[in-house]
């Protein structure tokens, strides 16, 4: 039988001979590939800026890369699952979502999605949409090539509401550098799910880092927060948005495409 050294609980919940997919979504998001590829160009000096702007590459000629931030972090986190549970078979699914599919998906996406109000719902919601298809590569091992794979799973999960229940977000830490505890628990009580005293990943979601912790998942337990939209990179999209704030309404916006 499968063993798991720490994570105990697992086959109460799921057969140990039962594999499970880990869906991970990575966008090829054109403003952010531009900047990794040429730099900033709005930090720079306005004759600076014109000439960078003259010798820029046509974003054809930039090479697509889908190592965003939640692709590197997960890799790392499902070699962490597997040394826990060797016997496990854990499917990393790779989904990786060119610009023209984003754009195709996007009119689909914000029909059905709810709520539907900003461009932040936009960006979460294709993020979910991608991950609840399923279809994407796995890897025997590191390095090994991709090989195509379509989840079986019926269900996803995932991990919305722990900012919330769990002092997350970082406006929960500026509430308390400007006004201490009290100006925290007008929001949400949380004495007990986080100390904004210790330092980023480790003082939000308290309760969850110390769940994660205690079944094995030491390096997982002590990550930093990060926001789906922007680990994925489907937080604006569109080539010139980077200055578009995300509680801006998709009945507002300037269609930039």
């Known amino acids: 039988m499968t063993t798991c050294r720490s994570l105990t609980t697992y086959p109460s919940h799921v057969d140990p001979e039962e594999p499970i997919d880990l869906l991970n979504v990575a966008f090829e998001n054109p403003r952010k590939i531009r900047v990794q590829a040429e730099g900033n160009l709005g930090g720079l000096p306005k004759r600076e800026k014109k000439q960078k702007m003259r010798d820029r590459v046509h974003y054809s000629e930039i090479d697509v890369t889908y190592h ?36 195709i998906a996007r009119p ?62 970082g406006r929960f830490r500026t509430a308390y550098k400007a006004a201490g505890w009290q100006a925290i628990i007008d929001e949400l009580p949380v004495h007990l799910k986080m100390d904004p005293r210790l330092e980023a990943g480790l003082g939000e979601k308290m309760l969850l880092r110390l769940a994660a912790h205690k079944v094995g998942l030491v390096e997982a337990s002590r ?27 998709l009945s507002e916006r300037i269609d930039l495409e």
């Not at 999960?157 to 900012?163: E, K, P, R």
């Not at 926001?227 to 995300?246: I, L, N, V, W």
């Open 68 to 103: 965003v931030p939640d692709r590197v972090t997960g890799l790392q986190e499902v070699e962490e699952l597997r040394r826990l549970c060797p016997g496990r078979i854990w499917n990393f699914v790779e989904i990786n979502v060119p610009f023209e599919e984003y754009q």
């Open 108 to 169: 689909i996406v914000e029909e059905v999605m709810f709520p539907g109000r900003t461009v932040m719902d936009l960006s979460l919601a294709m993020a979910l949409y991608f991950a609840a298809q399923g279809v994407g590569d796995i890897r025997s091992h590191p390095g090994a090539p991709a090989e195509p794979y379509t989840s079986s799973a019926r269900v996803l999960l995932n991990g919305l509401g722990s900012d919330e229940l769990l002092g997350g977000y």
């Open 223 to 249: 990550r930093k927060k990060r926001a789906m939209q922007f680990g994925s990179h489907s937080a604006r999209m569109a080539p010139g948005a980077g200055d578009k704030k995300g509680d801006l309404l």
